[in-house]
């Protein structure tokens, strides 16, 4: 079992800066890929941003490639994703999921292991 709890989440202006994290916590000794998916009222689950186990394969979707950054420190077994010019559209809950072996992006049933979620709101 991992455990993970993403932090980092709150309220900004359109253009802003945030940086999300998540701390994995368990059976994390592993090659497992992490990723960032988000969740707006409303809509469906909609993947962000995922890393492989050695970072050497990191995917993002196109609304936010070019903004976003996500990086992992295996050392401290967290992945962070850094936001840059947020815009109001990025507002939702941004949750961090794990699973073993391959990165899959968009394919939130393919990851065993999620976050509780962070809000982030971004004012227009």
């Known amino acids: 079992q991992v455990q993970l709890v993403e932090s980092g989440g709150g309220l900004v202006q359109a253009g802003a800066s945030l940086r999300l994290s998540c701390a994995a916590s368990?059976?994390?000794?592993?090659?497992?890929?992490m990723v960032w998916f988000r969740q707006a009222p409303g809509k469906e689950r909609e993947f962000v941003a995922g890393t492989s186990w050695s970072g050497s394969s990191i995917i993002y979707s196109e609304s936010v490639k070019g903004r976003f950054t996500i990086s992992r420190d295996n050392a401290k077994i967290t992945v962070y994703l850094k936001m840059n010019s947020l815009k109001h559209e990025d507002t939702a809950v941004y949750y961090c999921a794990a699973r073993y072996g391959t990165l899959l992006p968009g394919a939130a049933a393919e990851y065993d292991y999620w976050g509780q979620g962070t809000q982030v709101t971004v004012a227009s």
């Open positions: 368990g059976r994390t000794s592993s090659n497992y890929a």
